[in-house]
């Protein structure tokens, strides 16, 4: 089973800034096979990039991913109130999916 | 747009059974990938296991096999998960999502809240 790692488990910045979230798996992932997923208090997790770097239908173009082998990373370049929430990363390269256990990016 | 629906709440006691159902709205399941995932409350996603209905594939995450059961009924294109001997620590909102059958959990259904209680 491929364990992900996020960092950092929290996250405090104010809007306009950059956010960096990282994403580690224990072995290199097959493919590009790495989704990140926003999640707000009460609601189900939604899908933002998906094959590392590819936008889920409406999201906007703040949020980009990237990486390669054993570290990806989302990069939200300015952010908006909407954005602080938790972050997840999941791995879906092998037949058994794994997420990571969330970054909080919070209003500071 | 598929919508999933998902069976409403339940309060189940330690060592019973629980059985979750999602019906896949506007859309179909079985060229599709099932996946179930739990949140404990407070906690993170936790990916269980899922079901690829077309090939009759389920995979279980170590954590969970031999007491979870992903099925699916590719006529009313609803997918189900059965967790048996259910402990105070399976209390979570369980979710069902839909995805490519290689891809990510792309459409989620709105979650169960099952409560495990003595």
């Known amino acids: 089973e491929i364990v992900l790692t996020q960092s950092p488990g929290a996250l405090s910045l104010s809007p306009g800034e950059r956010a960096t979230l990282s994403c580690r798996a224990s072995q290199a992932l097959g493919g590009t096979y790495l989704a990140w997923f926003q999640q707000k208090p009460g609601q189900a997790p939604r899908l933002l990039i998906y094959?590392?770097?590819s936008r889920a239908t409406g999201i906007p173009d703040r949020f980009s991913g990237s990486g390669s082998g054993t570290d990806f990373t989302l990069t939200i370049s300015r952010l908006e109130p909407e954005d602080f929430a938790v972050y997840y990363c999941q791995q879906y390269g092998s037949f058994f999916y794994t997420f990571g256990q969330g970054t909080k990016l919070e209003i500071k | 747009q598929v919508q999933l629906v998902q069976s409403g709440a339940e309060v189940k006691k330690p060592g019973s059974s629980v059985k979750v159902s999602c019906k896949a709205s506007g859309g179909s399941i079985t060229n599709f990938a099932m996946s179930w995932v739990r949140q404990a409350p407070g906690q993170g996603l936790e990916w269980m296991g899922r079901i690829i209905p077309m090939l009759g594939l389920t995979y279980y995450a170590q954590k969970f096999q031999g007491r979870v059961t992903i099925t699916a009924d590719k006529s009313t294109s609803t997918a189900y998960m059965e967790l048996s001997s259910l402990r105070l620590e399976d209390t979570a909102v369980y979710f069902c999502a839909r995805g490519l059958r290689v891809g990510p959990t792309l459409d989620w259904g709105q979650g169960t809240l099952v409560t495990v209680s003595s």
């Open positions: 094959d590392t770097s």
